[in-house]
Nanobody
């Protein structure tokens, strides 16, 4: 069965960096676009990053562009999210997910989700 397991979250100060990992299993990882989302308390889920399976092209919303980098290692069935210059507003639970579409730009195209990892950024 499909499994996505995130790790790497934690408590950091503003300006610090964290790298999240998501280990995938139960499907041909190299053939799927992968994404990261986040959800803060009382807020809607927010798209954070996407990496296409076909050409590794990435996409980010303006809120994280230039600070976050998504990457993948198909040999390890793992997708990463490098987060730099963290801000208190980045505090959220971060989820990785598998998209059933190539572009993976909307949450509705993601069919499997991990359990999430907490990221807390103190000011």
């Amino acid at each position: 069965q499909v499994q996505l397991v995130e790790s790497g979250g934690g408590l950091v100060q503003a300006g610090a960096s964290l790298r999240l990992s998501c280990a995938a299993s139960g499907f041909i990882f190299s053939r799927y676009t992968m994404g990261w989302f986040r959800q803060a308390p009382g807020k809607e889920r927010e798209f954070v990053a996407r990496i296409k399976w076909s050409d590794d092209k990435t996409y980010y919303p303006d809120s994280v562009k230039g600070r976050f980098t998504i990457s993948r290692d198909n040999a390890k069935n793992t997708v990463y999210l490098q987060m730099n210059s963290l801000k208190p507003e980045d505090t959220a639970i971060y989820y990785c997910a598998r998209s059933n579409s190539l572009l993976g730009l909307t949450a509705s195209t993601y069919d499997y989700w991990g359990q999430g990892t907490q990221v807390t950024v103190s000011s």
